[in-house]
C-alpha cells in the first residue's frame, strides 16, 4: 500500500505541474492541508520536505511553502566513464546498492544488442544495481560482460566499488567508446519499487554497448532511469 505521505506528494506535485499553484505562489497552511486532506500534520510535512527534494518548493520561515521555478540538474551519464564518477564531479553524493551480486548465467533472449557466437558461448557475468544521487533512486542498471578470461570476477569486490577500476586494473581492459539506444517505456511493479515511483510512470530506458581495448570484450548495460528530478545528458 501506498505510503499516505507519497499520495499527498503526488497530489500536490501535480497541482503544481497543472498550474493550480504557479511559480511564486503561497501553499495552504499546513493545518489547513491537514484539514483538506484528511491526513495527520507529519504526513503533512513529510509530503512537502519532499517537494523541497524534488524542487518544486521552498520552505520559508514566516511564510511558509513557496513554489518555486523546478531547476533540474543534468548527470552527463552517457559516458565512457563510470556513473560514480561523473555524479561526483557534478559535486553530488552518489551511493549503489547492489540488488544481484555478479553470477554467470545465460544471455538474455532477445537481447539488447547483437551478440557474436563467441560471447553466447562464454555465457555473461550479469549484476544489477541500484544507483542513488543525494540518497534518491536515480537509475536501476543492469550489466551483462562476457564471461571471457575474467578468473574470480564474481568472488572479489569491485576495487573502490567502480566496475570499470574493476576492469582496467585487475583485468587490464580499458573502455574506449559507447554506443547507446534510447527509449520511452513505463515502470513494472519491480522497478517502481525500486525507484521508488507509481507502477505505470515514465521511464528512460538507455541500452549502452561499451567497447574496449580487448578484441570480442565489450561490456553492456540497460539503464532504466527516473528523470523527475535529474535530467540526463550526455558527457563523452
Not at 503561497?26 to 510535512?45: A, F, G, Y
Not at 519499487?193 to 554497448?209: C, E, N, Y
Amino acid at each position: 500500500m501506498e505510503l499516505l505521505y507519497r499520495k499527498l506528494q503526488e497530489n500536490i506535485k501535480s497541482q503544481i505541474i497543472a498550474g493550480i499553484y504557479k511559480v511564486g505562489a503561497l501553499l495552504p497552511s499546513e493545518s489547513d492541508m491537514q484539514q483538506i486532506h484528511s491526513v495527520t500534520r507529519s504526513t503533512v510535512r513529510q509530503a512537502l520536505s519532499e517537494l523541497v527534494k524534488e524542487g518544486y518548493i521552498q520552505k520559508k520561515k514566516g511564510k511558509g511553502s513557496i513554489v518555486v521555478k523546478r531547476m533540474r540538474r543534468t548527470l552527463g551519464v552517457l559516458s565512457v566513464k563510470e556513473f560514480s564518477e561523473i555524479v561526483s564531479e557534478n559535486k553530488l553524493t552518489v551511493s549503489t546498492i547492489m540488488i544481484k551480486k555478479p553470477h554467470i548465467t545465460r544471455w538474455e533472449d532477445p537481447f539488447c544488442f547483437p551478440i557474436d557466437d563467441l560471447e553466447m558461448k562464454a555465457g555473461c557475468i550479469y549484476l544489477k544495481r541500484l544507483r542513488c544521487v543525494e540518497a534518491e533512486p536515480v537509475m536501476l542498471e543492469t550489466t551483462f560482460i562476457p564471461n571471457m578470461n575474467l578468473p574470480g570476477f564474481c568472488s572479489k569486490p569491485f576495487v573502490k566499488g567502480s566496475l570499470f577500476e574493476t576492469l582496467s586494473i585487475n583485468y587490464s581492459i580499458e573502455i574506449n567508446k559507447v554506443e547507446q539506444d534510447l527509449r520511452a517505456v513505463l515502470a513494472d511493479k519491480e522497478v517502481a519499487a525500486h525507484l521508488k515511483v507509481k507502477a505505470g510512470s515514465p521511464l528512460l530506458q538507455i541500452f549502452l554497448k561499451f567497447y574496449t581495448n580487448r578484441e570480442y570484450m565489450s561490456v553492456y548495460s540497460s539503464l532504466l532511469c527516473n528523470t523527475t528530478r535529474y535530467s540526463i545528458g550526455n558527457k563523452l
